[in-house]
Every structure is written in C-alpha cells, then in structure tokens.
C-alpha cells in the first residue's frame, strides 16, 4: 500500500478500539509536528510512554547533582535541558543562582577540555539517557582513562528500555502495540523486543521518524493487532542484532543495575552503572532512589506511563508552562507535555 492509501485506512478504521504507545522521545515529537494524532480514527489512541529521558529522570538523581554542585571544587557539567528540571527542593537552575558551579555543553567530550584545563576541581558529567547514548559515555570514559584524567566523575542515570516496556504491561495500561523505539534499536537491534512479545502477545514495530514511516508503522500494529510478533520497519539503520561493537564497549565500563523511574519506581536490572573496577570515576549514582517532586500537584508520573494525559494535569497550561516547567514532561523537547503545550493549543 501505498501513503494515501495507509492513511485513507487509518483515518476510517472502525474496528475495535486500539492504543498504541511510542516510547521514544523523538518519535513523541515527530508524531507531535507532524500532526498524527488528527490522521487517525478516533478508534485508534497513540500514547507516549517512557521514551524521554530526561522525563523518567527522578527527582533524586536532580538533588544529587544540586548537592554536587554546591561543594567546593566541583562543576556539574551537563546539557541544557537538564539544568531546568526540577528536583524534590530546586532545579540546577535555582542551585547556581545559590553558588553552585554548572557548566553547560553540547558535547559530552567538552568536559575533557574543561578538566585538563583546571586541574583543581572535579568536574561531574551528568550521564542521562537511554541504550543509545550509554555507548557515548563507554566511549568518553574510555579516552579519559586512555588519557590519564584523574578529575572527572560521571553522575550516571542510564537506563534501558525493555525492562521498562515489560514493568509498563504489567502496571494494566490498555496497550495493544508498542511503536519501538527507532535510535535504541540501531544498538540493541530489532530482536531485543521479541521476548516482550511473545510475553504478552502484542505487537512491536520499529520505526523511523519521518511522517510516512510513523503512520506505516500505525498501519502494521493495526494489521498485527494481538499477535506476540516484532517488525522492523526501519531496516536503513536497525539491524536484527543492533551494533555489536558499541554494545561489547558499554559491556567493557557498565553493567546492568536496578534504575529508578520516574512515574514507575525501581526496576531491577533496567539500569547501566559504572563497573566497580572503575568505581573511581563514578559520582555515587548507584544510591539514588528518591522520585518525589517539589509540586506534588504534578501528574508527570501518570503523563509518562500512560495514565494521564497531559491536559488531564491541573497544573497543565497554567501554573506548569515551559517558561515555568513543575515537571519534566514539560522542559525537555522530546517531553509529551512540552509538545502537546505547543502544537496542540487553541
């Protein structure tokens, strides 16, 4: 079939009701600008699930690197999304205006620069993200070590999606498919999903980002509905084994860990923390547990599983805008709330 004719479908689709979840912060953003929500059935729900990383972050993990901050002779260093995200108390933000030392990059590999450069103060990279981006981290802690660095630290909240899609279906949310996630899959590969599926009999696609290849892969789940099967639609990056040499370099300086999640809690093994063998370049990531949050009005938790819509949050539009985020559904650009806030406002 081609575009038209996938579209026609889904926009006159009037079968039993579907919802279908994307876990994928650029996928929740694409799906937002590119208006696909208006393209489909009234039958046919998308959700966004725990695809943000910066969204799933806890608020804990926020306090540690505000704690960090405000000692002498330490600089969080860390990309800008992070820095207004807040914690249980403050966001980075608010703890550089009491004294604390933050940098902000747009590489991780800047932090090298800096520590070389001032030998007398550690500096402490905020390592969030998911599959995708720990290879990154593999690969900077790999030259600083090469190189003899002695005054960095990672504070690390890296965690990893299937255990979260698995702990997902188990919590009851309605969802008969998952549009898989496109930038994990490039290293985990396509395969990584199947134990999920036959698990619970619903259908994984993965997909590319583009408007076309989204709603080709709304197609799919429709047409595979309560069938335990993955297909890779995105075979120009995804392979059935993902990158075998990035995920042998992650497996060299992590190893898999219990995660706090936003919204979810703990999740044993859905984490990737520092091996204890380099335990010495290592901020304390491994303690952090706490997911409480400074507006307890916030619904950010309910947002990210699927429970709760955005406008559903009272706070929504009102007392939570990204100029004055309560929530980090609402800072980050991947954020459903940010971008049900921009592209969907009357």
Known sequence: MDIKEITKFLKEYDGEPLAFMEVCGTHTASISENGIPSLLSSKIRLISGPGCPVCVTVAGYIDALCRLALIDKTCVVTFGDLIRVPGSSSSLQEAKSRGGRIKMVYSPFEIIDLAKSDKGTTFVFAAVGF???TPIYAVLLDRIIQDGITNIRFLTALKTMPAAIDALCQMGNKV????APGHVSVITGADIFT??????????VVSGFKGEELLASIYALVKLKNQGKVLNLYKSAVTDKGNITAQELVNKYFEPCNAAWRGIGEIANSGMAIRNEYAMYDAGSRAITQD?????????????????????????????????????????NEGSCFHYYINNRG
């Open 131 to 133: 599959e995708t981006t």
């Open 195 to 204: 134990p999920l599926a036959k698990k619970y009999s619903l259908p994984f």
């Open 292 to 332: 409480s949050k400074k507006n307890k009005a916030c619904r950010c938790g309910e947002v990210i599983t699927g429970f709760a819509s955005p406008t559903e949050c009272p706070l929504f539009a009102k007392a939570c805008t990204p100029e004055n985020p309560q929530g980090a559904c609402m800072v980050s």
């Open 176 to 179: 008969d498919g998952f549009i």
